[in-house]
């Protein structure tokens, strides 16, 4: 097809991703956002978080002048497709906060060119879409909406996008659908389609779903703890059954955290209570969820004994491993608890962006790990960083007040932990 221009709203994460993947893929990109300070870092390819080879992709294009970025919403005028792609803010309870994306349509229906396409990827709670199709529609009737949901792990985003396995789409119009279908038809994948609402209830589903196994997996493991079963033997026997599968997502840890997760939870828990009165599952797991750090607080405090003046190294402080980003992250609530309990905190992390705190913080920052274990009552291994799996820890125990180290992930391999000279602790074991 020749090529498209293509522009993407919203340059945080998803929008970083999209600039950079459909741009690679050929296409004219503009990448979009109000803030001018993002933009300048942007023209000097330096994203707002780090993701594997994301810079440097965008350099690339950059560089090719398939790729361009501006913070003047007359940009966009030439687009066929644009792209709603603002990471949709969750306020503090996990519910959505749509008033950017409803701003962004708003200013870009301003300047689109007639018959050109808004695809919404920001997460969308089921029926917002169709109210911002008939905005749209009021302001021309040439113009039309799309919603086609993201699918990307931090971390491994770039792949995920141009490697997706399948596409949602969601449409109203025939020839929506079909225009859109053309688009993605670079990406190979195939395109399931269906309409908005439907579109937006695959989103919630998929990530209500991953947060109920995960919820289920840290119950399961406690009480594998409890009787003397192993959770990883036990996961690996359950994920033999091919009505389960060897891809489910039955890690158990400290629970999901990111705010994505949530989100989703908050959506289906308000329309189960709007629509039956009642809520029960979604809010359940949401709320046994927001209880798993205290167990994991409470299991430390059962290892080392009271925390009060005890001093513990966290490994780990983002909410996954490759990805720079502390909002929302769980290990940083963790870390907030441990202090509470008068605990002298201390953490290491090879990526966090300690400039994302929205206050000093009352933890202190180590620059590795020989500074974190000097003088330790504990380590805690919160976030799977690849650097972990691969540190030589048989110095370490001897530099620790308490040679204890308590695995939240199970990451870390038993015999060679203990080997090292560690009180080694993990979960479900």
């Not at 969601?170 to 670079?186: A, I, M, W, Y």
């Not at 989703?264 to 629509?275: A, M, T």
Request: proline content about 4%.
């Amino acid at each position: 097809m020749k090529q498209v221009k293509i522009g993407v709203v919203g340059l945080w994460h998803l929008g970083c991703i999209l600039c950079s993947a459909w741009s690679k893929l050929g296409n004219r990109v503009i990448g979009f956002d109000y803030d001018s300070s993002l933009i300048n870092n942007l023209r000097q390819a330096i994203p707002p978080l780090f993701e594997p080879d994301l810079a440097e992709s965008i350099r690339r294009s950059f560089d090719e002048k398939s790729l361009s970025f501006s913070d003047e919403i007359q940009s966009l005028s030439e687009c066929d497709f644009i792209f709603l792609s603002y990471d949709t803010p969750v306020l503090d309870d996990d519910s959505s906060d749509t008033s950017i994306l409803e701003k962004a349509v708003k200013d870009i229906a301003q300047v689109m060119k007639k018959q050109s396409v808004i695809i919404v990827s920001s997460q969308s709670p089921v029926g917002f879409c169709s109210l911002l199709r008939g905005n749209l529609k009021e302001i021309d009737d040439s113009f039309d909406l799309a919603y086609s949901p993201e699918n990307l792990r931090l971390g491994e985003a770039m792949q995920c996008y141009l490697n997706p396995g399948r596409i949602i789409l969601g449409t109203v119009d025939q020839d929506t659908e079909t225009k859109c279908k053309n688009l993605f038809s670079q990406i190979p994948a195939e395109i399931l389609s269906m309409n908005l609402e439907s579109a937006e209830m695959v989103k919630h589903g998929i990530n209500s779903f991953l947060s109920m196994s995960i919820v289920f997996a840290n119950h399961l493991s406690d009480i594998c703890e409890a009787t003397g079963a192993r959770i990883d033997d036990v996961v690996k026997g359950m994920k033999t059954d091919p009505r389960i599968g060897p891809k489910a997502y039955m890690s158990p840890g400290i629970g999901f955290s990111g705010g994505t997760l949530g989100r989703d939870l908050k959506v289906l828990d308000q329309k189960n209570e709007d629509f039956k009165g009642q809520a029960v599952l979604f809010g359940l797991i949401h709320t046994l969820n927001q209880e798993r750090k205290n167990v994991i607080v409470n299991k430390l405090e059962r290892i080392v004994g009271s925390l009060s003046g005890k001093s513990i190294g966290l490994l780990g402080l983002t909410y996954k491993p490759a990805t720079s980003t502390l909002r929302r992250s769980l290990p940083l609530e963790i870390a907030e608890l441990l202090i509470l309990k008068n605990a002298t905190v201390k953490v290491y992390d090879p990526k966090a962006d300690f400039g994302e705190l929205d206050k000093k913080p009352n933890f202190i920052i180590e620059p590795n790990i020989e500074t974190l274990a000097k003088e330790a009552d504990g380590l805690v291994l919160l976030t799977e960083w690849r650097e972990f799996s691969q540190y030589d820890w048989e110095r370490i125990p001897k530099t620790m007040r308490n040679a204890v180290f308590f695995d939240t992930k199970n990451y870390l391999n038993e015999s060679i932990m203990c080997s090292a000279g560690f009180s080694y602790y993990a979960i479900g074991r």
